[in-house]
C-alpha cells in the first residue's frame, strides 16, 4: 500500500507543479485581455479546487483520519515525509503532519520509520519544517536514534552537524 502512495503522491506532485507553473505562464502575460484575465482567474481555480487532493493523496479526509490515529492514515502521513515532496505549500503541510503525529500513540516500528525520515532530512538541507521535525524527534527517543543523531552531529559537514545537534539539543532538553 505504501508503494501504491507513493507512486499516486508523486502523480499527483507532477500535476500540482504543472498547474502551478500554467499559474506562472499565464500571470506573466504582459497587457492582459479580459480574455487573458478570465483564463488566469480558471487556471488559478483549477489549482485551488484541486490542491487538497492532489498535495495529499486521499485530500482533507485524509488529514482528519490521521489525526483519528487510523493506523493506515499514519502510514501514509509517514510515506509522505519519507518522500519529502516539494511543492507550493508543501512545507505548510509537512508541519502539519508533524505536530499531528507528536500528539499520537505511535508503534515502535512507526517510530523507527520516523527516525529514519529524520535522519535522512538532516542529511538532505534545512528547511522551514524542520524544527517541527526536532519537536518529534523529543518524542521519539531510543538509544540507537540518540547514537545516530551523535554520530551525525560529528560529521565532517558543519551542516549535518549542525542540524544533527538541533535534533539532539531538543531530545535532550
Not at 49 to 63: E, K, R, S, V, W
Request: charged fraction near 30%.
Amino acid at each position: 500500500m505504501a508503494l501504491d502512495f507513493a507512486l499516486q503522491l508523486k502523480k499527483n506532485i507532477d500535476q500540482l507543479n504543472k498547474l502551478r507553473d500554467d499559474i506562472r505562464k499565464t500571470s506573466r502575460i504582459k497587457h492582459k485581455s479580459k480574455e487573458d484575465q478570465e483564463k488566469l482567474a480558471m487556471t488559478c481555480k483549477i489549482f485551488y479546487d484541486n490542491f487538497y487532493d492532489l498535495a495529499f493523496p486521499g485530500g482533507y479526509q485524509a488529514i482528519c483520519d490521521l489525526k483519528k490515529s487510523e493506523p493506515q492514515a499514519i502510514d501514509n502521513a509517514i510515506a509522505y515525509l519519507k518522500a519529502n515532496p516539494y511543492f507550493f505549500r508543501s512545507g505548510y503541510i509537512k508541519e502539519h503532519i508533524l505536530t499531528t503525529l507528536k500528539k499520537l500513540d505511535l508503534t515502535a516500528l512507526q517510530q523507527l520509520k520516523l527516525q529514519n525520515v529524520i535522519i535522512n532530512v538532516i542529511d538532505l538541507y534545512y528547511c522551514r519544517e524542520f524544527r517541527y521535525y526536532c519537536r518529534l524527534a523529543k518524542k521519539i527517543p531510543s538509544e540507537f536514534f540518540i547514537e545516530k543523531l551523535q554520530r551525525k552531529s560529528k560529521s565532517g559537514d558543519l551542516n549535518i552537524a549542525k542540524r544533527a545537534s538541533w535534533v539532539l539539543d531538543s531530545i535532550l532538553k
